[in-house]
T-cell receptor, first 118, second 112 residues
Framework: AQSVTQLDSHVSVSEGTPVLLRCNYS??????LFWYVQHPNKGLQLLLK??????LVKGINGFEAEFKKSETSFHLTKPSAHMSDAAEYFC????????????????FGPGTSLSVIP | NAGVTQTPKFRILKIGQSMTLQCTQD?????MYWYRQDPGMGLKLIYY???????DKGEVPNGYNVSRSTTEDFPLRLELAAPSQTSVYFC???????????FGPGTRLTVL
């Protein structure tokens, strides 16, 4: 069965410093992995996704993530934090539950709240 | 192209009342989902649908019902509202499930 662990419930960085949000997953087959961002009182927006192509995925707003199968990780990074990056970030895994399953099951991680200090 | 729309935006219910949360998408997506988000928590899948006439339970289906008579619409029904159903509800759609999920703006429901 799939699962997603976001190792930090809250991360605080200074503006202009790097961002690292950690995500580990468990999946039996060939997962697709996503990062979504949710700004306060807003809906969710896709940042980036991995679907078995290049392992280093570039997303919007300067974010990127690297899929590491050996470590079952999909950490989200950004070289330089901006005040507008303050939000909740969700790591998501999508995969078949069994070989015979006709569609994927989608699991959200619990989220990491990112604060950016001026 | 409106994407995924949800109505209402806000609602307050009394215990035992019923209501339907509406969700419509105009992207011709086969897959649709209902999630709930409790304060400080991630999203929990309530129900999902892989096409008109096909629905299945997610992680937290108790107290809810869904139907999918058309590709566009995926309403969520609460029959006997309980305080534990106070949450923000998000509808999403995608085609197929390995592609991006597009989210609606959410419905904030309070049950008193």
């Amino acid at each position: 069965a799939q699962s997603v662990t976001q190792l930090d419930s809250h991360v605080s960085v200074s503006e202009g410093t790097p961002v690292l949000l950690r995500c580990n997953y468990s999946s039996s087959y060939s997962p697709s992995l996503f990062w979504y961002v949710q700004h306060p009182n807003k809906g969710l927006q896709l940042l980036l996704k991995y679907t078995s192509a290049a392992t280093l995925v570039k997303g919007i707003n300067g974010f990127e993530a690297e899929f590491k199968k050996s470590e079952t990780s999909f950490h989200l990074t950004k070289p330089s934090a901006h005040m507008s990056d303050a939000a909740e970030y969700f790591c998501v895994v999508s995969d078949r539950e069994s070989p015979g399953a006709s569609y994927d099951k989608v699991i959200f991680g619990p989220g990491t709240s990112l604060s950016v200090i001026p | 192209n409106a994407g995924v729309t949800q109505t209402p935006k806000f609602r307050i219910l009394k215990i035992g009342q019923s209501m339907t949360l509406q969700c419509t998408q105009d992207m011709n997506h086969n897959y649709m989902y209902w999630y709930r988000q409790d304060p400080g928590m991630g999203l929990k899948l309530i129900y999902y649908s892989v096409g008109a006439g096909i629905t299945d339970k997610g992680e937290v289906p108790n107290g809810y019902n869904v139907s999918r008579s058309t590709t566009e619409d995926f309403p969520l029904r609460l029959e006997l509202a309980a305080p534990s159903q106070t949450s923000v509800y998000f509808c999403a759609s995608s085609y197929p499930t390995t592609d991006t999920q597009y989210f609606g703006p959410g419905t904030r429901l309070t049950v008193l």
